[in-house]
């Protein structure tokens, strides 16, 4: 048998090891343009495993462009029905969802109106948050390098060296340069889920950020558990939905977040890069954003709806993980959320909250912004019940 | 303002004079990677006059290959069903439908087991001539060069020199290349308007072709108009289907179609290439199909259904036209069957039909696939009621 090309050998990982693809599944892929060989090689090794079908929608951020710059103000929120009819059959279905992020452009909304930009926010669906909450489907987000992302990423390096230094990269955080990457990848799910036992078990009642710019206190439901490296589909399927994944995770309270945030990483959100967001919380909400660049697509994406403004994840990420160690930006939340510990406006995980009451309560909203405010400067406590104050991460590192 | 692109220049005229995109109509286009460039100028113009929104349907044949080579057998007839609903709703909201050649890939399935290949007409859908026949789209099929087209037309080229040819080529036939391509294109349309006019006069009984390989004999409707340029939503909007156009066509008497005729030019289907068709009617329906390459392929198809195997269109392309001329095979029906006479198994346009009686008797079938008969070497004649036998081609050149 032929060697196999590293496209392909990063497909079976995707497939078998990320996504879980099964029998008999459609599996929906959702693609940057430019990645046309890794997706034919996971469309392959979907097949093999006995797919219906795979269909990609290729994800082209120019053209969303055109849309923003050229159309009627009257019809930037309108998206064809048959987009979300799709997903939501396919979450009916049990089906699969794999996404592959091969170039993304912060610079892709440039000189649009950041009114109209925060208006669409394609390619994420308004069914997106409702079949990720109902586990219907199982689903794994990775990335593959193209010539345009690595232009971005390393704009002084010639293209060539570009792209071999992102694919290098790459190839490390995904662990793919690992002798068996499959079994690198159950072992640092592991690593996580032992993290995240360990601050279920502390059953913190709030967690507090503190740094250049940060004085947060994030308060956690009774009933949250910490979650990491996979997740379980309602039928009890597991994928790893992040290659790569650093990170352990839970829900807070939307109602008890207190204090100021200083973004330590610039956030590409649906084309537009928002660089040094700083936002003040009172009384869960945030009720005062600011950023040093496009700070209006972010108020127009937290005034979507009733929960845009609060809090749905809370992210702790140590620095053992192999992201925030290159102290690359990559532009895409995939990987730079997995560089730093993060929160996200919007939309919670609810299953992650025990309590029925406590989960009636988890915030709702139609978007989901994740944002990096961790750092080796800023440090991570866990106040108590009875309010000890007992050390989470310093300089990085666990201290539970 | 600045100075216009290729690309803009090329999509106002496919927008304004062959689409004819209307104020707040959804524009649906399927476009070949590869032709992005293009289908971005396109959405731009489009949402300048209006359209409500633009969506793509990337199309990548290697993808298809995947399915082919590793379904299940079991799963190949499948298709998501928001496809073919996307395209009966546009139809119903009168939305507009744009298709861009930009990479015909007559290679991308060689391989693949014949019988599995012609089991999908991907990205034809079983819906497609439902929407072509109620005329509720206004539409338009245009090409766009790439490099990997430019490699399959002209191998024996260096990449860019390749490139540069099918881009001069492709500017030529498309009537890019005038002073005021719309304007050429009116007054194009006008003179085969004018030649379909002297066709329909003549009320030809029936049609007779003879050449190298050849002597079919065509029966026609007694109220089958020909037509020519220009197609008419339901509605009266007209549209350029095709840029280029050179034909003249109408729909045959699917009961009388005898005789042999081998094809003058490859054929290009669904991604199989089809080279040396020859075919022998009896009754209507073609009761041998032999062929140099694939036949397996255009066998298949031609079983799909009961119409499948009979003719839905017969069209006449003289000497004049811009395509012919070139000698080029550019491995595509929008651009090859324009270069010469052709004939059409499958679905046919029933509306050209006036005769409510013979309307019911005109071919019905899912599929409809174009293939070349003509050439400066085939004689047509049109046989009138009375048996008289009038000529109508002769080296290519109109005799009527």
Chains 1, 2 share one sequence.
């Not at 103000?73 to 979450?91: F, S």
């Not at 690595?150 to 694919?167: F, I, T």
């Not at 002798?179 to 279920?200: C, I, K, M």
């Not at 009733?306 to 930006?329: H, K």
Request: net charge negative.
């Amino acid at each position: 048998m032929a060697d196999l090309t590293d496209a392909e050998r990063f497909a079976d990982l995707v497939v078998e090891v990320g996504a879980n693809v099964q029998e008999g599944q459609e599996v929906d892929i959702l693609a940057d343009l430019g990645t046309e060989e890794v997706v034919r090689a996971i469309a392959g090794a979907a097949y093999r495993r006995g797919a219906r079908f795979v269909d990609v929608w290729w994800w082209d951020a120019l053209l969303k462009r055109e849309r923003l710059l050229h159309a009627r103000a009257d019809t930037l929120d309108y998206v064809p029905p048959e987009l979300g009819a799709r997903l939501l059959r396919l979450g009916e279905e049990r089906g699969c969802r794999i996404w592959i992020i091969g170039n993304p452009q912060p610079h892709a909304l440039d000189g649009v109106d950041p009114e109209r930009a925060g208006r669409d926010l394609l390619p994420r669906l308004k069914e997106s948050s409702e079949v990720v909450l109902a586990r219907t489907t199982n689903w794994c987000i990775a990335s593959w390098p193209t010539e345009g992302w690595a232009r971005q990423v390393y704009p002084s390096l010639e293209p060539d060296e570009a792209l071999e230094r992102l694919r290098q990269e790459l190839a490390h955080v995904s662990r793919f340069d690992e002798p068996d990457p499959a079994e690198a990848w159950r072992a640092r799910v592991a690593e996580l889920r032992s993290a995240a036992g360990r601050l279920t078990e502390r059953a913190f009642d709030s967690l507090r950020f503190r740094g250049p710019g940060t004085d947060l206190s994030v308060g956690l439901f009774r009933s949250s558990g910490w979650h990491a490296g996979t997740l379980e589909r309602i039928d009890g399927l597991e994928s790893i939905v992040n290659i790569p994944t650093e990170e352990v995770f839970t829900t807070p309270d939307p109602a008890r977040v207190e204090g100021t945030v200083r973004a330590t990483k610039p956030l590409e959100l649906a084309g537009s890069l928002i660089d040094g967001i700083a936002i003040r919380f009172g009384g869960g909400r945030a009720v005062e954003i600011d950023a040093d660049s496009n700070v209006d697509v972010l108020r127009a994406v937290a005034a979507k709806d009733e929960g845009a403004a609060r809090l749905g994840e809370v992210a702790l990420v140590d620095g053992s993980g192999r992201i925030g160690a290159l102290e690359t930006v990559f532009w895409n939340t995939l990987l730079d959320e997995n560089a730093a510990s993060h929160i996200a406006l919007g939309g919670s995980y609810e299953f992650v909250v025990e309590d029925e009451a406590e989960r009636a309560r988890a915030n709702q909203s139609e978007i989901h912004v994740d944002f990096m405010i961790g750092s080796p400067e800023v440090d991570v406590d866990g106040i108590t019940g009875d309010g000890d104050i007992i050390p989470v991460l310093r300089g990085g590192a666990w201290q539970i």
